[in-house]
């Protein structure tokens, strides 16, 4: 039988906690544990492996942006999903700036929350179409030339490396649309990282919209 996806879903309101509980244990996939502020979520990630933590922003005792902080800090392949009502262009660049690897929001169908935590479970990246809509339009707003300080740090295979990256992109699939090899992929994705100082998909992502790369 395989194992179900530990999930902690912290949230302080408790019709919201009771509403996520029913539809994710409806798939009978999912081991599931609550939280109503973030202490009481970091006493339960001391005592547990969660494979994944879905997480509101705004909370008593201790917000989400603090949680995921101290979460990351503490383990920092902690794979976290901000599931909020708040589509504010600087929280959301905090948040990717943190490290998480998703950010949804409430007003998401069951379709786009499954498929978030789904991607997030296999080690990957979800952010709604909202949020990079957020982004693309705060960065626009932006003087020019601050907005592209850093765009010429990447050749022109990088960038279009980068470009399908945020399409989340396999290296398979990267290699297979641009005619190279998988190796040739994973040294440009390495050379990517560490020029712009990204650990993750969720900060190669912050980099790409502050440098103007997508379009």
Not at 25 to 45: M, Y
Not at 110 to 121: N, T, Y
Not at 167 to 178: F, Q
């Amino acid at each position: 039988m395989e194992d179900k996806t530990k999930i902690l879903i912290v949230d302080d309101h408790q019709i919201v906690l009771d509403g996520l509980v029913s539809l994710l244990k409806a798939e009978n996939s999912f081991d599931l544990e609550t939280a109503t502020n973030g202490k009481t979520a970091l006493d339960l990630a001391e005592k547990n492996d969660f494979d994944i933590y879905l997480i509101d922003i705004s909370m008593p005792v201790m917000d989400g942006i603090q949680l995921s902080k101290i979460l990351l800090k503490n383990d920092p392949h902690a794979r976290i999903i901000i599931l909020t009502t708040h589509n504010d262009k600087e929280i959301i660049t905090e948040m990717l700036h943190i490290g998480v690897a998703g950010y949804v929001l409430k007003n998401c169908s069951r379709q786009e929350l499954f498929m978030a935590i789904d991607k997030i479970g296999k080690g990957k990246s979800f952010f709604s179409d909202e949020v990079h809509d957020a982004l693309r339009e705060d960065y626009k707003n932006r003087d020019a030339s601050h907005a592209n300080e850093k765009v010429f740090v990447l050749t022109k295979r990088e960038k279009e490396i980068v470009e399908l990256l945020a399409k989340e992109y396999t290296n398979e699939k990267i290699a297979e649309e641009l005619n190279i090899s998988y190796r040739t992929v994973e040294t440009h994705r390495k050379n990517i990282m560490e020029k712009t100082n990204s650990h993750n998909l969720a900060g190669l992502l912050k980099y790409f919209y502050s440098s103007a790369l997508l379009k």
